[in-house]
């Protein structure tokens, strides 16, 4: 039998609501699939929905309160929040050896971008490629196929890959944006 899975959602807006959550539920049910057991957000509306929406799951005002209480209780973390907090929580997350799922961006500049894939951590995160993964229905694809791999994901970037990139990038004497050359 497979091993329950046990994750939290970093933000509680509209694509954790309507994209993450929905899909996370409905996975909960098979026996050895996923589990979602916390949440952060911090704004005390979203907060309210998401406690109406996961009753079970513990609810948190930041990221940091969550990783500081249920780290050590979890497999990985799903980072939804706007683009600016993504490699701040996602290297708090993978300091405390946790796996990391993160919509794009998973980081604002090249250089930051550059200094993650540089360090040992990146190798456990996942960031979401695909440009139609933040509409609903989509999820289900893009959630892993394998609970006991996370990294059965097909539809996802692996940051060990960057180092290339950036390299590639740099004897090309360009650096690239998202989404532009």
Same mark, same amino acid.
């Given at each position: 039998m497979k091993q329950t899975?046990?994750?939290?959602?970093?933000?509680?807006?509209?694509?954790?609501?309507?994209?993450h959550l929905p899909v996370y539920l409905e996975r909960a049910r098979r026996p050895g699939d996923f589990q979602i057991s916390a949440i952060a957000d911090v704004t005390p509306a979203r907060?309210? %929905?998401? @406690?109406?929406?996961?009753p079970d799951a513990r609810i948190y005002e930041s990221y940091r309160d969550l990783l500081q209480a249920e780290a050590s209780q979890l497999d990985f973390v799903d980072i939804t929040t706007p683009p600016s907090c993504h490699a701040e929580i996602a290297r708090a997350a993978l300091d405390r050896g946790l796996h990391v799922l993160c919509e794009k961006p998973i980081a604002m500049s090249f250089d930051e971008a550059r200094e993650m894939a540089r360090s040992q951590l990146p190798a456990r995160a996942r960031h979401q490629?695909? %440009?139609?993964?933040? @509409?609903?229905?989509?999820? +289900? +694809? +893009?959630?892993?196929?394998d609970a006991s791999d996370l990294s059965h994901d097909t539809r996802t970037?692996?940051?060990?890959?960057?180092? +290339?990139?950036?390299a590639r990038s740099e004897v090309r004497g360009r650096r690239h944006r998202h989404g532009s050359r």
């Open positions: 899975r046990r994750g939290a959602l970093i933000g509680y807006g509209f694509i954790a609501e309507n994209g907060r309210e %929905s998401a @406690q109406r929406a996961a490629g695909s %440009s139609c993964s933040d @509409q609903p229905g989509n999820h +289900r +694809r +893009r959630a892993p196929s970037w692996d940051s060990r890959l960057a180092p +290339r990139l950036a």
